[in-house]
């Protein structure tokens, strides 16, 4: 496959090509042999990364480190406190002097503006590890784990129950279509995806022959469903609203009559954790055999492997 993706930042998702996304997904596979075998080679020896936090994370910051540091890279660690990113020193300053220290940088935190000033200005590939508004490095994983369990995507169909505005369901109408999986949002109407995210995510659908449909209405939103995803109710950073959106989408829950209602057997139960159990999902759904969250998690590492290598050292790393 002639892919190159050396040189390049991950923002959205929609920079990168369905073939590119194919490219990552088999790279992904290899690594996950490698590891499994005991086979890591010091393929990030002497390259550095820079992981800024704003908010908090267990898989993103664990995957990223994990998978820099056991193939001989130095990550840094650098919170919210330790840095003056946007405070004391704006953005594009930040970029810059991080960009003459670090092979690569990986921001998680709130506007999505942040991580594109950083790719912007810093000169080396910017990875966004979720912001407000997009959550990439999560969805190449989730794409992973489909293609693990199913043989593969295309033509399989994703129901999403929950906030369809949040990071996680913007990344899945532009994942899901790109890739030629049917994409159902099902929440209420006051929690729909902006339209500017559906009218991107049709267009993308109409070149993989995919559909995007959107629908209050759980019973009808998951039938057929290979794949029933969800997040939390209230993503971190809206605290404040987490009444309301339990009022909101306490219908929406994922329990078993949820996974009946797809009329398949086979299908999975998705979540990118962490996971409130008993507000978006029930505990024997999560700890139940169609569950794949744990694969999804641990995707994480892989993929992000994955990611850094093709961005760091191209073809043949
Ligand atoms: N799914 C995910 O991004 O998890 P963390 O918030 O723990 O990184
Ligand atoms: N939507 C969630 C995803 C967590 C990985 C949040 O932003 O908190």
Redesign the pocket.
Known sequence: MSVTLKGRSLLTLKELSSEEIRYLIELSMLVKRERRQGELRQRFAGRTLALIFEKPSTRTRCAFETAFGEEGGHPVFLARDDIQLGTKESVEDTARVLGRMFDCIQFRGFRQTTVEVLAALAGVPVYNG?TDDY?PT?VLADLMTLEERFGSIEGLSLAFCGDGR???ARTLLVGCPKMGINVTIVSPRELHPDQAALAEARELARASGAEVRVTEDLEFGVRNADAIYT??WA??GEEAESERRERLLRPYQVNRAAMASTGKPRTVFMH?LPAVKGNEVTGDVIEGPQSVVWDEAENRKHTIKALMLSTLLGPGA
């Open positions: 979720l959550h999560q949040n990071n996680v997040d939390v993503s971190m990118c």
